[in-house]
């Protein structure tokens, strides 16, 4: 029988993977303590053939002996893949200050900031048996759903797909990364006034970048370390390899030759996604003081047309 487990941090997305999973026909089970998955599977490999089990940190033995002792167990007898769902630290405040609901930790009383520190110490041992981790951050209700759907088409294809980042350090290590690498040695548009306001993906800077030979190289060498080790990667039975290029703020260095790399695998037949982390974010912030800039100018102009029309009456 197949089974996927379903967990990570609270607030990262686990009723909608769930969710996801019971739309494309699993048979789903919400927060089930791990010892008694043995007996559940058991039972339920006599009728599915599909299951979808979701776990949370108040399932989750404290001892990593015991978590692998259980997870061995059902290898023994079941085809099992475990995917662990990641935000960071901020969205999760976040998510849970919108939703008002309690985080599992917080029955310790602890502050939210301090359940959710708490709860990354206890499921540490868990990711590392994880067959995909999915960083959740930037990913919206529908592009979870699709995300776990293409993970469940690469197990039966056998389907390797790459994806090529690019992000800036400022904000952060993407926690989905698999290979990191850092670019920030390299010669940095940044400081050409006339630059500075372009991204990797414009061509001054992208001919500025290719005019330095140590740009050229770094870009050979690590497409030759991918292309070394990607066979055995593709037989290693993984579903997404995620290669993240960083700089500082992630708009020239990593997203020039994280698109070249990107463009480099797609020329050679490779399923490839090319995204820049930095960019998007940018463009969410620039969109959301867009639309709060114009919030303002409307209430501006209905408080001055108010006024106006009082003045009028009481003239």
């Keep these: 029988m197949e089974i996927i487990i379903i967990s990570g941090r ?9 969710r996801a999973l ?13 010892d008694l998955l043995p007996q ?26 015991s978590l692998k002792q259980t997870l061995s167990t059902l290898q023994k007898h ?11 630290r901020a969205t999760l405040i976040r998510r849970y200050s919108d939703s008002r609901r309690l985080h599992p930790l ?8 301090a359940a959710i520190d708490e709860e990354y110490r206890y499921l540490e041992p868990l990711i590392q048996h994880a067959n995909l981790i ?10 979870l759903a699709e995300r776990l759907r293409e993970f469940l088409r690469g197990n039966s294809e056998k389907e390797l797909k790459i994806i090529v980042e690019s992000f800036g350090f400022k904000y952060g290590i993407p926690l989905d990364a698999d290979y990191v690498f850092d670019v920030r040695f390299l010669p940095n548009p940044h400081w050409d006034p006339t630059l500075r306001p372009m991204t990797g993906l414009e061509a001054p800077v992208a001919e500025f970048l290719n005019s330095h030979t140590e740009v050229n190289e770094f870009i050979y060498l690590t497409r030759h370390y991918i292309d070394t080790w990607l066979p055995m990667l593709e037989k290693n039975n993984r579903s997404y390899l995620t290669i993240a290029i960083g700089c500082t703020g992630g708009k020239h260095r990593s997203v020039y030759i994280a698109q070249q790399l990107g463009e480099y695998f797609q020329a050679k037949g490779k399923t ?41 009456i009481t003239a």
């Design 10 to 18: 609270s607030g990262a997305g686990k009723s909608v993977a769930l």
């Design 22 to 34: 019971e739309d494309t026909g699993y048979y789903c089970v919400d927060n089930i303590p791990l």
């Design 40 to 65: 559940l599977t058991d039972i339920l490999s006599q009728s599915q053939s599909s299951v979808a089990i979701s776990l949370d940190i108040r399932n989750i033995p404290n001892s990593a002996h």
């Design 78 to 88: 079941h085809q099992i893949k475990i995917i662990f769902l990641e935000a960071d």
């Design 106 to 113: 917080s029955l310790k009383d602890l502050s939210l900031e």
């Design 134 to 143: 999915l960083d959740t951050t930037h990913l919206s209700t529908h592009s």
């Design 272 to 312: 490839v996604k090319i995204q820049h982390k930095s960019l998007e974010r940018n463009k969410k912030i620039i969109k959301s003081a867009v639309i709060k800039t114009l919030f303002l100018l409307t209430a501006l102009f209905l408080h001055a047309h108010r006024l106006y029309n009082f003045t009028r």
